[in-house]
C-alpha cells in the first residue's frame, strides 16, 4: 500500500432510479428479486465511480442500507420498532426499541461484502455501526442498564465481524458516531469496541465525528484499534492542534472532505490540511478520508469531491517519494 492511502468512510448516495425502485417495491409494484437486482446495480455503479475518482480502499456505499442503526435491528432478534423519530431537519428514522434478549440470528453483511469484493479489484472495506451508538440510538426497554445493553450487543458485533473475516474481509470499519455525545461514556464505549473487536483477526478502525475530541483523546490508546477515522474539514482542521500535545499511537483516517457543504473542495485545499496534518502525525500514519459518509450530497458533487481528495492526496505522496 502506498502513503497516504485514500479511502471513503462508507455511505455514498443513491442513484435516482434506485430511490425509484425502492418506492415501488414499498408500494408492492415490483418484488424482492426485482428489488435486488437494482441493489446489485447500484453497488457496481458506486464502486465504478470510486475507482474512476481513484480512491485505493473502497464501499459499495452501503446501498442495502437505509439508515445505520434501523438496518441492524431489523436483523436481530430482541427489538420492536414503534415508528419514526427525527434525527435532524427532514431526516427520520425508524427507531428501534430492546423488548427482549438482543440476540444474532444470522450473517447480516456478508452477501453484501462479498458482492462488493466480487466487482471489484480494489481493496474492499467493511463498514458496520459499533454497539455504544446501537444502543445509544435504541430505546432500552429490556436490560437493567445502559452497560448491560452496549456488552449484549457486543457480543453480537463480534460474531458478525468474525463472519466478515471468514468471508475474506482484512479491514473493517466500527461506526459510533455516538461515542463523543456522552464525555461521561467514553469508558462504556470504548469497552463495548474491546468486546466486539475480541479475537477478530483484521485490521481496525472507528470512525467518530462531530464531537469534543478533546475530550476523546485522552481514551483513544485504550482501543483496540488500528485506526481512528475522524473528520477535521468542516472545522477547518482546528482540532489538528490537540494532537500536538497528544501522546496519540494510532493511525488517523483524516478528514480533508465537508460532507456538510456541497462546494466541491480544490485539489489544493485538500494539499493543504494533510500537510498540516503531516506536521503532528508520520505520513505511515495517515490514511485519507471524508470526513463522514457522503450519503446526503448530491451524487455529482460527491464524486468531484472524491476526485479532489485523490488528486490533493496524490500530489503530496508524490512530494513525500521525491524526499
Known amino acids: 500500500m502506498e502513503l497516504l492511502p485514500t ?3 462508507g455511505s455514498y448516495p443513491r442513484p435516482n432510479w434506485l430511490k425509484h425502485a425502492l418506492s415501488l417495491y414499498r408500494r408492492g409494484k415490483i418484488g424482492e428479486s426485482e428489488l435486488e437486482s437494482a441493489m446489485d446495480d447500484a453497488c457496481k455503479l458506486v464502486l465504478k465511480e470510486h475507482e474512476l475518482a481513484g480512491v485505493d480502499i473502497v464501499t459499495d456505499g452501503e446501498m442495502r442500507r437505509d439508515e445505520m442503526v434501523e438496518f441492524f435491528a431489523e ?14 431537519g427532514t ?34 472495506k467493511a463498514t458496520i455501526t459499533g454497539p455504544y451508538t446501537l444502543a445509544d440510538w435504541s430505546y432500552n426497554e429490556y436490560y437493567g ?13 463480534r460474531q458478525e465481524l468474525r463472519n466478515l473475516v471468514s468471508a475474506g474481509a482484512d479491514f473493517v470499519q466500527v461506526d459510533e458516531p455516538a461515542l ?31 464531537g469534543d475530541y478533546s475530550v476523546m483523546l485522552p481514551y483513544l490508546n485504550e482501543f483496540n484499534t488500528s485506526q ?11 482540532d489538528l492542534e490537540l494532537f500536538k500535545q497528544s501522546d496519540f499511537k494510532k493511525e488517523l483516517g483524516f478528514g480533508v472532505i465537508d460532507v456538510h457543504n456541497r462546494r466541491v ?21 495517515v490514511y485519507v478520508n471524508p470526513d463522514c459518509g457522503l450519503k446526503l450530497l448530491p451524487k455529482e458533487i460527491a ?13 503530496v505522496r508524490s512530494q513525500l517519494t521525491r524526499r
Open 7 to 9: 479511502t471513503v468512510i
Open 228 to 238: 481512528f477515522a475522524l473528520e477535521f474539514a468542516n472545522r477547518r482542521f482546528s
Open 265 to 285: 473542495e480544490t485539489q489544493e485545499e485538500v494539499e493543504h490540511g494533510i500537510k498540516l496534518c503531516l506536521n503532528y502525525l508520520e505520513p505511515d500514519k
Open 91 to 124: 431526516a427520520h428514522y425508524n427507531k428501534p426499541a430492546a423488548i427482549a434478549p438482543i440476540r444474532y440470528k444470522a450473517p447480516m453483511l456478508v452477501s453484501e461484502f462479498s458482492f462488493a469484493r466480487s466487482c471489484t479489484s480494489k481493496r474492499v
Open 180 to 210: 463523543p455525545t456522552h464525555v461521561n461514556e467514553i469508558e462504556l464505549a470504548k469497552d463495548g469496541f474491546n468486546e466486539a473487536v475480541r479475537g477478530v483477526d483484521a485490521k481496525t478502525a472507528v470512525h467518530v465525528c462531530y
Open 303 to 315: 464524486f468531484q469531491k472524491l476526485v479532489a481528495m485523490v488528486n490533493g492526496t496524490q500530489k
Open 75 to 88: 436483523r436481530l432478534e430482541g427489538y420492536r420498532f414503534y415508528g419514526d423519530v427525527r434525527v435532524w
Open 145 to 157: 442498564s445502559k452497560r448491560e445493553f452496549v456488552m449484549e450487543l457486543a457480543h453480537v458485533v
